[in-house]
């Protein structure tokens, strides 16, 4: 079971742009972030334990033949 929520990833990045340093979860409990550089960090490791593949490069071999 992960850690985090979707919904908590999600108020995140909301607080990101915004450029608040808060963030409040829905039962009211706040979270005073130092710097926007610590809000980012942590929505790297929210966002890798949330979105697997999102941090993935997608590759496509192509394979040609001459018959």
Known sequence: MPAYTTQQLADLRTAIAEGVLRVRDPSGQETVFRS?????????????????????????IFSFSRE
């Open 36 to 60: 926007y550089a610590e809000m980012r960090q942590i929505e790297a490791v929210m966002a890798a334990e949330l979105e697997p593949s999102a941090g993935r490069i997608k590759r496509t």
